[in-house]
C-alpha cells in the first residue's frame, strides 16, 4: 500500500529526504532541482518515502506548470507511482487554474511511456529548454 502526500519542502527533514530519493533516482543525471520553488509531494511505503514530484509555474507556456521532477525508487518500480504523482500535479494545477502541464524526458523510455499512458501528448515549444535529443510533453487540463 502506498500513500502520497503533499510536503513542506521547507522543512530541513523533508528537504533532506527529496534530496535523497532524488540523488537515488537520477544519480548525476539531473541537477538537484530547488525544492523551496513549487509544490512537492512524497510517495510512502509504510513510513519510509519511496518517491517524489514537485511541479512549478512554467517559464515555457503561458499558465501553466513545469512538472520538474518525478522518481521512484527502483525496487518500487511497477506500481505505478509515476503515474499517481502524475495525477495529484494535474490535481493541484486544476484546482488553481492552470491550462496545462509540461514537461521533459531525455533517454527515458519508460517515463516516456507513462506520460503517454497518462495522456500527455509530444510538443514542439517554441524555446527548446533542454537536449537536442529531448522529447517535450503537455497535457491540457480541461
Same mark, same amino acid.
Not at 33 to 53: I, K, M, N, R, S
Not at 94 to 102: A, L, N, P, Q, Y
Not at 131 to 139: D, G, M, Q
Given at each position: 500500500?502506498? +500513500? !502520497?502526500? !503533499?510536503?513542506?519542502? &521547507?522543512?530541513?527533514?523533508?528537504?533532506?529526504t527529496l534530496a535523497d530519493l532524488h540523488q537515488l533516482t537520477f544519480f548525476?543525471?539531473?541537477?538537484?532541482?530547488?525544492?523551496?520553488?513549487?509544490?512537492?509531494?512524497?510517495?510512502?511505503?509504510?513510513?519510509?518515502?519511496?518517491?517524489?514530484?514537485?511541479?512549478?509555474?512554467?517559464?515555457?507556456?503561458?499558465?501553466?506548470?513545469?512538472? &520538474?521532477?518525478?522518481?521512484?525508487?527502483?525496487?518500487?518500480?511497477?506500481?505505478?507511482?509515476?503515474? +499517481?504523482?502524475? #495525477?495529484?500535479?494535474?490535481?493541484?494545477? +486544476?484546482?488553481?487554474?492552470?491550462?496545462? !502541464?509540461? &514537461?521533459?524526458?531525455?533517454?527515458?523510455?519508460? &517515463?516516456?511511456?507513462?506520460? !503517454?499512458?497518462?495522456?500527455?501528448?509530444?510538443?514542439e515549444p517554441e524555446t527548446p529548454w533542454a537536449w537536442a535529443h529531448t522529447?517535450?510533453? #503537455?497535457?491540457?487540463?480541461?
Amino acid at each position: 500500500m502506498y +500513500r !502520497i502526500r !503533499i510536503v513542506d519542502a &521547507s522543512e530541513d527533514d523533508v528537504a533532506d529526504t527529496l534530496a535523497d530519493l532524488h540523488q537515488l533516482t537520477f544519480f548525476d543525471a539531473a541537477a538537484m532541482p530547488e525544492f523551496d520553488l513549487g509544490v512537492w509531494w512524497l510517495a510512502y511505503h509504510g513510513e519510509d518515502a519511496v518517491a517524489f514530484a514537485g511541479v512549478v509555474p512554467s517559464t515555457h507556456v503561458r499558465n501553466g506548470g513545469y512538472f &520538474s521532477r518525478v522518481g521512484v525508487l527502483q525496487r518500487h518500480w511497477g506500481h505505478g507511482l509515476q503515474r +499517481r504523482l502524475m #495525477r495529484v500535479v494535474e490535481a493541484r494545477g +486544476r484546482r488553481i487554474g492552470w491550462d496545462s !502541464i509540461v &514537461s521533459d524526458t531525455t533517454d527515458n523510455a519508460v &517515463s516516456a511511456n507513462n506520460f !503517454i499512458q497518462a495522456g500527455y501528448r509530444l510538443f514542439e515549444p517554441e524555446t527548446p529548454w533542454a537536449w537536442a535529443h529531448t522529447l517535450y510533453w #503537455r497535457k491540457w487540463l480541461h
